[in-house]
């Protein structure tokens, strides 16, 4: 058996890296494409197979996976994991095509909608050449997650790295070297999301087939198989929930005007690494302890393994949401600001980014939250709030972005996460009826306060080395070098001085999760 603390490095290194060439792609695509009819139907058209990647793929399967195959390896060995896994990629598979066909027909139906602006028909195009990738995705997934079974990580967490290459290199190789014109470009760009998903699916299935799998088609019933049905179910229903609000508010945003697809995507993106690095970091420790004391009933323990989660949660995302609005210009430009996407492009992405970033510390909250009641095995409570914030983000949506357009898209997406991590809260509170003993309001004020020393040095080193270096792509580069690792930092030090209870937990848990203790 390999050593965990390899297997987080290999994870937490393979994941950072995916995140940054994810954002290095975004960034060649917006400065091939800007923020054209083009990309937004490019946009649109890539949400859909990746929502099924979220439902059938990477989320609610594999973690229901998981846990029911570890079981059969450990009973019978390879011969029952392999043929239960077998019975399972058999269904899916069959599953994942009828889906594309479904998909692909019902994309060549729509431009008998007449009077539809231009990017929908194109976005309907686009999206029955992307929609192969939604298999070939969503069984690397499956591969992925019985590699993890069987302590293999290192080819499961390289494969996502390779559809950031193959899309990247699709347009810096084909697109700048034989594309004339700007279909051509997103024609080569989706060539390139199709061969990353084939290396996608190539990698951990040729590591799966090293551990001794052999595929082969198994329709025969099994207890495990109707295991996985109930593990499975509950769980996709909050996903479907939660992949469904994002397709709502990206077609909302799809329906405005040419840009504020782009502009939404842009936002959530590079919301996503503190969300996805840190965030994970907290609620992977977290979980199992949580689990644990649910098990033995021990409400106490549970508030204070919660409270000292929610703080950690805030002590990472509040200075992370402080950063990314005090500096969303010379990030946007340092990062975007690339040949069709322009400097007007870079104005209008600022205050979107800037509403998407108050998410972060809500959305880490609604999911630590959710963890605690999947720690009491409670997964229904969870679905009805997240229907509720659904229900509310739909209609603010409509209402909001009547006013002020895609920032109201933003806004409504605000609101609703903080509804839903309110609720979430409340209903941990009542379930254990320890947390009002949770005592946060003096960590959160230390937070509070720390986090805006630190933005204000970062806000007056930004005037100021604006000052001295003036506008430009290098000045912006230098502020962002220089004023990242120093507010870092200075929060850090202001944490220390005005003594924050769980410093030491904090810096604990990051040098863990890097793999460095």
């Known amino acids: 058996m390999s050593h965990p603390i390899k297997n987080i490095l290999v994870v937490s290194a393979s994941t950072l890296t ?8 975004d960034s060649i695509i917006f400065s091939f494409l800007g923020t054209s009819p083009l990309n937004a139907a490019f946009l649109m058209a890539f949400t859909l197979p990746n929502l099924f990647r979220r439902l059938l793929g990477e989320g609610a399967l594999t973690s229901a996976l998981v846990p029911v195959l570890a079981e059969t390896l450990e009973k019978g060995g390879k011969p029952l994991a392999h043929t239960f896994l077998n019975a399972v990629l058999t269904r899916v598979t069959l599953l994942l095509i009828a889906l594309c066909i479904l998909g692909i027909g019902t994309l060549a139906a729509l431009p008998l909608i007449p009077n539809l602006p231009e990017r929908w028909y194109l976005a309907a195009a ?31 967490a390289l494969a996502p790295i390779c559809l950031n290459l193959a899309m990247a290199s699709s347009l810096i190789i084909c697109g700048r070297l034989w594309a004339t014109t700007p279909w ?22 040729f590591a799966l087939r090293q551990v001794g799998w052999a595929p082969a088609v198994h329709f025969e019933k099994s207890p495990y198989l109707a295991e996985l049905t109930q593990l499975f179910l509950p769980s996709v229903t909050g996903a479907a929930i939660f992949q469904i609000n994002i397709l709502v508010s990206r077609l909302l945003a799809f329906s405005l005007d040419d840009a504020s697809i782009s502009l939404l995507y842009l936002g959530g993106r590079l919301i996503e690494l503190p969300l996805g690095m840190f965030t994970l970091a907290v609620v992977t420790v977290i979980f199992p302890q949580l689990a644990r004391l649910a098990a033995k009933k021990e409400g106490e323990g549970i508030a204070r393994v919660y409270g000292q989660g929610l703080r950690l949660v805030m002590a990472i995302t509040v200075p992370a949401t402080v950063g990314l609005i005090v500096l969303a210009s010379p990030i946007l430009r340092v990062l975007f600001e690339w040949g069709a996407f322009e400097a007007k492009d870079v104005a209008l992405a600022i205050p979107v980014l800037s509403l998407c970033s108050l998410g972060i510390p809500l959305y880490s909250w609604a999911t630590l939250s959710t963890r605690g009641f999947h720690a009491f095995k409670d997964t229904r409570s969870p679905v009805k709030i997240a229907v509720l914030a659904f229900v509310t983000n739909t209609l603010l949506s409509l209402i909001l972005m009547k006013l002020w357009g895609v920032c109201g898209l933003a806004l409504a997406g605000i609101l609703s996460v903080l509804l839903q991590a309110t609720c979430l809260h409340i209903g941990f509170w009542k379930k254990t009826h320890h947390l009002k003993s949770l005592h946060l309001f003096r960590p959160l ?63 604990s848990l990051i040098f863990k999760f890097l793999g460095k203790a």
Not at 18 to 25: A, E, F, I, K, T
Not at 452 to 475: A, D, I
Not at 500 to 506: C, G, K
């Open 18 to 25: 995916s995140r940054v060439l994810g954002l290095v792609r």
């Open 126 to 156: 686009i999206g029955q050449w992307l929609m192969p990738y939604m298999p070939c995705v969503c069984l690397a997934a499956i591969f992925s997650a019985a590699l993890n079974v069987h302590h293999r990580f290192a080819m499961a």
């Open 184 to 205: 051509q470009m997103v024609a080569y760009l989706s060539g390139g999301v199709l061969v990353g998903g084939l290396f996608q699916l190539a990698l951990p299935l």
């Open 445 to 507: 004020l230390q937070i509070a306060l720390a986090s805006t020393l630190m933005g204000l040095w970062v806000y007056l080193g930004q005037r100021g080395l604006h000052t001295l270096l003036g506008e430009g792509k290098l000045s912006d580069l230098i502020i962002l070098l220089a004023l990242i690792p120093s507010g870092i930092l200075l929060y850090a030090s202001t944490l220390w001085v005005i003594r924050f209870e769980d410093l030491q937990a904090l810096r």
